[in-house]
T-cell receptor, first 117, second 115 residues
């Protein structure tokens, strides 16, 4: 099956500019996640969608970050305005939903590396 | 606060040798523990998932162990290959207040295999 697709792969912007990332999950996966991975650290969950509804956005900096998954498939993550500390890799992941432990297995995309100068 | 700590931070071994990576966690309520491999410039790829009742799980040359009493896990790599060079991330899942599973990621062990 095709994996999680993300674009762009790389983005360089100046601080205070806006940027948007796109994610297409694996077909049939109801749950979609956006993570922020700062260099040398593990990924940190920003937001989790179940179909087109938000399940968990407790760690999303809502003053500057927003995300949507309007039709329950593709998703976009936006940063407006960007700060220097937003430089990181933004990973999208998707998973099925079910009672079995392995149904929660998350499949990650290649990520978008954002550099804010 | 849920935490996952991994050791060592980095490791360099010769091709063909074995190695063991460690993970200690304080996550509750515990749901499952996962090991991911992350190649440079790529997203993490799942190696194993273990629930509370599983002590060991293998995936080819990778064998993960779990001691739920001491809250420790290890990942053993046998007969290492150059392609094993990557970061290995320990991830512990807990049931969140939202009813979903919330993952806590370790910072990873950077493994380098040299010929």
């Amino acid at each position: 099956e095709a994996g999680v697709a993300q674009s762009p792969r790389y983005k360089i912007i100046e601080k205070r500019q806006s940027v948007a990332f796109w994610c297409n999950p694996i077909s049939g996966h109801a749950t979609l996640y956006w993570y922020q991975q700062i260099l040398g650290q593990g990924p940190k969950l920003l937001i989790q969608f179940q179909n087109n509804g938000v399940v968990d956005d407790s760690q999303l900096p809502k003053d500057r970050f927003s995300a949507e998954r309007l039709k329950g498939v593709d998703s976009t993550l936006k940063i407006q305005p960007a700060k220097l500390e937003d430089s990181a890799v933004y990973l999208c992941a998707s998973s099925r939903t079910g009672a079995l432990a392995n149904s929660y297995e998350q499949y990650f995309g290649p990520g978008t590396r954002l550099t804010v100068t | 606060k849920n935490q996952v700590e991994q050791s060592p931070q980095s490791l360099i071994i010769l091709e063909g040798k074995n190695c063991t990576l460690q993970c200690n966690y304080t996550v509750s309520p515990f749901s499952n523990l996962r090991w991911y491999k992350q190649d440079t410039g790529r997203g993490p790829v799942s190696l194993t998932i273990m629930t509370f009742s599983e002590n060991t799980k293998s995936n080819g040359r990778y064998t993960a162990t779990l001691d739920a009493d001491t809250k420790q896990s290890s990942l053993h790599i046998t007969a290492s290959q150059l392609s094993d060079s990557a970061s290995y991330i320990c991830v512990v899942s807990a049931k969140s207040n939202f009813g979903n599973e919330k993952l806590t990621f370790g910072t990873g062990t950077r493994l380098t295999i040299i010929p």
